[in-house]
């Protein structure tokens, strides 16, 4: 069974940054595409950053320009590189895993860990 484990979300000031980390254990072969969603209350969860093992990546168009996505694949971790933060920015962030595209979805939801943009 898959797990993925977030770590380093945390309370910062508008124009900071932080870097999110989610490392998957308990498979027998390499993910396909790990990515990175979010949610606010009353709102629905919504993509922020996917990436392929082939480094195909995609954005929603509220970050492009500001976040980064990579991932060591032989490590099974994806990092969310997070500048120049907005209070917009505000949310719960979920480790995603399992789809085979970009552009989807997978299956495997880690915990979530929180980042509050605030002065």
């Known amino acids: 069974q898959v797990q993925l484990v977030e770590s380093g979300g945390d309370l910062v000031q508008p124009g900071g940054s932080l870097r999110l980390s989610c490392a998957a254990s308990?498979?027998?072969?390499?993910?396909?595409?790990m990515g990175w969603y979010r949610q606010t209350p009353g709102k629905q969860r919504e993509l922020v950053a996917a990436?392929?093992?082939?480094?195909?990546?995609n954005y929603a168009d509220s970050v492009k320009g500001r976040f980064t996505i990579s991932r060591d694949s032989a490590k099974n971790t994806v990092y969310l590189q997070m500048n120049n933060l907005k209070p917009d920015d505000t949310a719960v962030y979920y480790c995603?895993?399992?789809?085979?595209?970009?552009?989807?979805?997978?299956?495997?939801w880690g915990q979530g860990t929180q980042v509050t943009v605030s002065s």
């Open positions: 995603n895993a399992g789809a085979y595209s970009v552009y989807q979805e997978g299956a495997v």
């Open positions: 308990g498979i027998s072969s390499r993910l396909s595409v």
């Open positions: 990436i392929s093992r082939d480094g195909t990546t």
